[in-house]
């Protein structure tokens, strides 16, 4: 009791206490329940707190906790990317703090206060997730994708609905906390049954049944990352055992081979020497393969993008982490990774830089990736299928974008090797789960050494692998084509508490300069 009533009674405890709390709440540990009781500890950090600043001094180093529990593997591919990653993303999470303090300072009505504050840290998620240091991994609702029996509404709502849950419990967990009251409690239990309940309805009773299915065969190759091209003398070798062991696993019935990220060694362009290899064993196959590939594209003459690579006088060219698709009938298509990791593979804001500096500076050499801008699936011949690749996956509005244009099943493409055996590639195979349950689609991936799986529409998942393991496996992936209100809409949640939130900024200025200039009853009464 003695402890408890330190941490509740001492900010550095209520702190470090919340910081423990969310790096728990996130896999591979199963409390994604403790996020409220997180929460309950920040909103006492900041009735304890004098000003905004100090709130933010103190809260920055719960949140600098939470990133080092949870993302802690960033720095396995890169010291000082991921220190300065986690101690950035840490300040960034102040701000949505500060602005609920600016409410709770401000707001005696709990139910406003919830709404508000809710409001708050769904914006700060929404508006995260769309700038140049867009980091969605810490997301309140990625702690609940290994639960997925409880939150099937986020068909409806989109991940950002699960955050509006918490941020809701929370604030009337913690005024019951303060203050019983029987009707509260009342309102609060609704709150937390009456969602959970439909979830539960819809993830054991529900099902959308699929008159087509593909057949895909999933490689994972298990490459050494941390090696150059895996180990292997040449770019070549690799190629060729992947291709024996996809020749050695595939059947005539087979009407997609999924190979992962990095599954060619070799830089290529659309028609190189190793591109047309793999454009001709598909063809003898007669299967669809899509594999990941580092492609060089060059542009027609006066038709490239500000920020470019030069290869020679008037010849241009990005490099791009994409998906190549490779059809039976000879036609090669590709997808351009769009979703890049800030700073390992391009820095941010750089076509900014350009712009407003004025130094002659070789943009295009240190960007890192070129960006891809456009959504594009495969057809198999039996379906349509999207290829995102890695960290693509873990935004949910570019995912359903897809499924939009009329992708059947959502594949991806990964290489989590780059964090050996840590956390990072169980929350990576994780995330996919919402996408599934987000647009009621089947999700497969190949991983080349993380998790290789099959997820079904609901969340659950049908068959994954193990890690660093060289395997193969066939499955047959049903094809659906309903539309979810997320899949149609997005993440209108998030439109709509940007509203909220700013309009409740703005109406408690408008107040506070209203009364302001207000004279008070004394200065009335001393004029007459």
């Known amino acids: 009791m003695k402890l408890l009533s330190k941490i509740w009674n001492t900010k550095w405890g209520l702190s470090l206490t919340a910081g423990l709390l969310l790096g728990l709440s996130f896999p591979p540990f199963p409390f994604p329940y403790l996020i409220p009781f997180a929460f309950i500890l920040l909103f006492r950090l900041s009735d304890k707190t004098n000003s905004l600043k100090e709130l933010a001094y103190y809260s920055y180093v719960g949140f600098v906790f939470w990133n080092i529990i949870v993302t802690y593997w960033l720095c396995m591919a890169t010291v000082a990317g991921g220190i300065a990653a986690i101690l950035a993303n840490s300040v960034v999470m102040t701000l949505p703090m500060v602005v609920i303090k600016y409410f709770r300072d401000r707001t005696k009505n709990v139910y406003l206060l919830s709404i508000l504050t809710a409001s708050s840290w769904v914006t700060y998620e929404f508006l995260h997730h769309r700038w140049d240091l867009a980091w969605p991994w810490l997301s309140l609702g990625n702690a609940f994708s290994s639960t997925p029996w409880l939150i099937q509404y986020i068909s409806i709502t989109g991940p950002l609905g699960i955050t509006f849950w918490i941020l809701i419990i929370a604030t009337l967990l913690y005024r019951l906390v303060l203050k019983a009251n029987r009707t509260l409690s009342l309102i609060l239990a609704i709150i937390i049954l009456v969602p959970a309940a439909l979830s539960i309805y819809q993830y054991f009773t529900v099902s959308i049944t699929a008159p087509k299915k593909m057949q895909v065969l999933v490689i994972q190759p298990n490459y050494n990352s941390y090696l150059d091209l895996a180990g292997y003398s040449n770019a070549y070798t690799p190629l060729k055992k992947i291709i024996a062991f996809t020749d050695s696993n595939r059947t005539d019935s087979t009407d997609l081979i999924l190979w992962p990220e990095n599954a060619v060694q070799a830089g ?24 990941g590939a580092t492609l060089f594209y060059y542009y027609p003459p006066n038709k490239h ?102 992708s059947d099943v959502i594949s991806v ?35 080349n050494n993380g998790i290789s799986c099959v997820i079904a529409n609901n969340g659950k998942v049908l068959k994954q692998t193990k890690y660093w393991t060289r395997v193969a496996f066939r499955s047959e992936i049903p094809e659906m084509h309903y539309e979810t209100i997320y899949t149609r809409y997005g993440d209108w949640l998030g439109y709509v508490t940007m509203i909220i939130t700013f309009a409740g900024i703005v109406f408690l200025v408008i107040k506070k300069l209203v009364s302001k200039s207000q004279p008070s009853e004394m200065t009335t009464i001393s004029r007459e």
């Not at 290529?268 to 899509?290: C, G, V």
């Not at 791009?320 to 351009?336: K, L, R, V, W």
């Not at 290489?415 to 929350?427: A, P, R, V």
């Open 305 to 406: 993008p500000l920020v470019v690579r030069k290869a020679g006088p008037h010849r241009y060219y990005n490099v791009f982490n994409a998906a190549m698709g490779y059809q039976p009938d000879g036609s090669i298509t590709y997808y351009e990774k769009a979703k890049l990791v800030p700073l390992v593979e391009r820095v941010p804001f750089v076509t900014f830089l350009k712009k407003v500096i004025p130094f002659n500076i070789d943009w295009g050499q240190i960007s890192g990736y070129g960006r891809g801008r456009k959504v594009k699936d495969f057809n198999t011949g039996s379906g349509r299928i999207t290829a995102l690749v890695c960290y693509d996956e873990d935004f949910p509005n570019w995912v359903r974008q897809f499924v939009n244009k009329g």
């Open 413 to 447: 493409i990964t290489n989590d090797g780059w964090w050996g055996k840590s956390s990072g590639y169980i929350q990576h195979f994780e995330y996919a789960r919402l996408r599934a349950i987000e647009n009621h689609r089947y999700v497969v991936r190949s991983a």
């Open 268 to 291: 290529i362009t659309q028609h190189s020497a190793f591109s047309n290899l793999l454009s001709r064993k598909s063809q003898e196959w007669h299967t669809t393969l899509i594999t």
